[in-house]
């Protein structure tokens, strides 16, 4: 599901495809052998405009899919919308046949993709160096007493290898021809209306789409919600993550404290965060050498986005207070563990790309100085990197359109499902999208923490209630909360 925050963790995924036009009829072959995939998995490639509404290039789009095993009970599509953004999708349907259940996967073919600069659909780069890789770097983490010198000139550097390298691919994307290419693959696949289950980023192409295309949608599936705001989009989300953050983190403050006896990170949740804060402090001043790590060194930084990524799951917990203890001197520092530099360099083409090319971003550094200040004071776990200077203030390219506004025209058929304490998209941003869907939604919110809710938490009347909207097209009456 990973969005921004998650971004090291992109993977390429080699499958093979037979390329076809959009509107033809669709070939689909064996996606292969590669670890993982279900054998029903099938993979086809679409070529969609580069631009469309003007004659030109095409990019290739990577589709895949498993067929319902009840053909007589199918009701159509349901398509696998990724996170990010910068996400591959193709290997989601093997994924989701795993874990969805049988009365979803008897009426629906599962449909995933690369989103155009990903994976296999035409990927980006923008040929960043090794060190300007490193997951830390990749969002602006300022220095130590908030100096946010080097972010402003990894930020000119990170764009400026864009306008050189990243090419008419990269200049095309943006959550609009996302849209328009979910809208194709619609078409190559002869459905008249999609229903489709749309994950962090992937909640907000779904909403564009549920705006651009609202007659072809069927069933509409948001789940861990960002705020849709036309005027900021990717920029609200980033800052967002202060929020997210400060709402999740007493999870693992708590859990942290249950664990006094074997990490010794503090008696009570209060404790722990103190110990958090001054670790993270102490970090930017001094350092700790790490060897094979990107960069090699425990600093503040590196520890606030290992916090950060811990969060979407209670499964990380372990490893951030494993890494708080050996940052305190209790213990040995883990074997790092990093994405190849092939996959790192695609996922922050494609993130910078969809982010800067959707809206115009400040460039003011006076002005980011000022917001990060006032930030770390506010929402010091994170440091001021929710809204410090990035690439998207030097960028080379403007917005070819505006952002859009989701609005509650269209069909009454979409549901959101939201964790009460995600650390990515919190609740409050999700409050936004209910509102701006207006009569077409309904939401189910589920008093969980964490990045991802539908079959993710255990929460049986939450699960039980996207299932039932997948099945029968039933939803709650009016909004509701799982506890």
């Known amino acids: 599901m990973n969005r921004i925050a998650s971004i090291g963790a992109a993977a390429l995924i080699s ?71 910068g996400s591959p999708g193709l ?68 764009a400026e290898a864009c306008a050189r390298n990243g090419g008419p691919v990269l200049r095309s994307i943006s959550t609009r021809n996302e849209a328009r290419d979910i809208d194709a693959i619609r078409r190559a696949l002869g459905e008249d209306r999609l229903s489709y289950w749309g994950v962090s980023y992937g909640t907000y192409a779904g909403a564009v789409y549920a705006t651009m295309f609202p007659g072809r949608t069927d069933r509409v599936i948001l789940d861990s919600n960002d705020d849709p705001d036309p005027h900021k989009v990717a920029r609200g989300w980033l800052a967002n993550y202060s929020v997210g953050v400060e709402d999740r983190f007493p999870d693992f403050a708590a859990w942290a404290a249950a664990h006094d006896d074997e990490y010794g990170l503090g008696t009570d949740a209060a404790a722990v965060r103190r110990t958090f804060l001054d670790l993270a402090e102490r970090l930017d001043r001094t350092p700790i050498p790490w060897s094979g790590a990107n960069p090699p060194r425990l600093d503040g930084a590196v520890l606030r986005e290992t916090m950060l990524n811990a969060l ?39 993130v910078a790309a969809t982010i800067c090319n959707d809206v115009e971003w400040p460039s003011s550094v006076d002005l980011h100085r000022r917001l990060v200040a006032r930030d770390r004071a506010a929402h010091p776990l ?29 069909p009454s058929n979409v549901l959101l499902v939201q964790n009460l304490r995600d650390p990515a998209t919190p609740y409050s941003g999700a409050l936004r999208m209910r509102e701006a ?47």
Not at 114 to 125: F, L, N
Not at 388 to 395: M, R
Request: glycine residues 12%.
């Open 15 to 85: 499958l093979t495809a037979t390329p076809v036009a959009a509107h033809a009829a669709t070939t689909w072959t064996s996606c292969g052998t590669a670890a993982g995939l279900d054998p029903r998995q099938e993979c086809t490639t679409l070529q969609v405009p580069l631009t469309y509404g003007k004659p030109g290039g095409t990019v290739s789009l990577a589709v895949s899919r498993i067929r319902t095993a009840r053909p007589g009970l199918r009701r159509g599509v349901l398509l696998l919308i990724p996170g990010g953004p």
């Open 437 to 483: 869907f207006g009569s077409r939604a309904r939401m189910v919110a589920v008093d969980s923490g964490g990045h991802g809710s539908y079959l993710v938490n255990g929460n049986a009347c939450g699960d039980d209630t996207v299932t039932a909207f997948l099945v029968t097209g039933d939803r709650p009456a009016r909004d509701t909360i799982c506890r």
């Open 91 to 158: 290997s989601r349907p093997s994924t989701m046949a795993k874990r969805l259940p049988s009365a979803v996967l008897d009426r629906y073919d599962l449909v995933g993709f690369d989103p155009r600069g990903v994976g296999q659909s035409s990927p980006v780069s923008c040929g960043l160096a090794h060190d300007d890789l490193a997951p830390s770097r990749l969002k602006p983490y300022p220095s130590a007493g908030g100096d946010i010198g080097e972010n402003v000139a990894y930020a000119r550097r990170f």
């Open 312 to 350: 979407y799951s209670d499964t990380g917990f372990p490893g951030l207070a494993g890494l708080m203890r050996a940052g305190l001197g209790s213990g040995p520092l883990p074997e790092p563990s990093t994405a190849p530099d092939a996959a790192l360099q695609n996922a922050a083409a494609s």
């Open 382 to 410: 994170t440091g001021g990197m929710p809204v410090n200077i990035g690439p998207c203030a030097y960028w080379p390219y403007r917005p070819a359109e505006a952002p859009v506004r989701v609005t509650p025209q269209g």
